[in-house]
């Protein structure tokens, strides 16, 4: 039983590169969510997915964009990272259909751009 | 700004203790309210909620309490173990919409 699953746990990056953040979850859930954790900051979300199909920008969205390629997948991209960006993300789902019983979160990616 | 607050970044308490968390919150359209435990490399897991139209919540060593009129919560755990050593975040949303977290406070079990 996977949940959500991220990839990569960790990454570095240099100042302009691009890359994409992988989270699939395997629950049947409708609602994706990414965040981002920073000291002192807590979890602030940068976008969500409401259904297959729909995006919204969250708190944070500047320098970020998504793409909900299925129920399960849901990706964030970083154009252009910039030292801002260096944080630990962490995609989430949840199925608020059935009642509330929160979200899950992956184990996270730990970024660094230099 | 910050809507979701937890004022104390950390908390020590002796193994068999109450362990109290607090969190305060600004928006008084907010309606439900979440806790989530944190290991280290871990993601955040789920542990209790509480509605606007509750006060108190229990499962087992976990309570959470609701003060409306405050815009205040907070979790008990009783008697607190040292696997409860974590960090904690409390979240809140008005109407099913996002979620807002606190900065969480890393609470830690002294055996």
């Known amino acids: 039983n996977a949940g959500v699953t991220q990839t990569p746990k960790f990454q570095v990056l240099k100042t302009g590169q691009s890359m994409t953040l992988q989270c699939a979850q395997d629950m049947n859930h409708n609602s994706m969510y990414w965040y981002r954790q920073d000291p002192g900051m807590g979890l602030r979300l940068i976008y969500y997915s409401a259904s297959e199909g729909t995006t919204d920008k969250g708190e944070v969205p500047n320098g970020y964009n998504v793409s909900r390629l299925n129920k399960r997948e849901f990706s964030l991209r970083l154009e252009s990272a910039a030292p801002s960006q260096t944080s630990v993300y962490f995609c989430?789902?949840?199925?608020?259909?059935?009642?509330?019983?929160?979200?899950?979160f992956g184990s996270g990616t730990r970024l660094t751009v230099v | 700004d910050q809507q979701v607050k937890q004022n104390s970044p950390s908390l020590s308490v002796q193994e068999g203790r109450i362990s109290i968390l607090n969190c305060d919150y600004t928006?008084?359209?907010?309606?439900?309210f979440l806790w989530y435990k944190k290991y280290p490399a871990e993601g955040p897991t789920f542990l209790i909620s509480?509605?606007?139209?509750?006060d108190k919540n229990e499962d087992g060593r976990f309570t959470v309490f609701l003060n409306k009129s405050a815009k205040h919560l907070s979790l008990h755990i009783v008697p607190s173990q040292p696997g409860d050593s974590a960090v904690y975040f409390c979240a809140a949303s008005a109407a099913g919409n996002q979620f807002y977290f606190g900065t969480g406070t890393s609470l830690t079990v002294i055996p």
């Open positions: 509480i509605s606007s139209i509750k």
């Open positions: 989430a789902s949840s199925d608020q259909d059935r009642g509330w019983y929160g979200y899950t």
């Open positions: 928006n008084s359209m907010f309606d439900y």
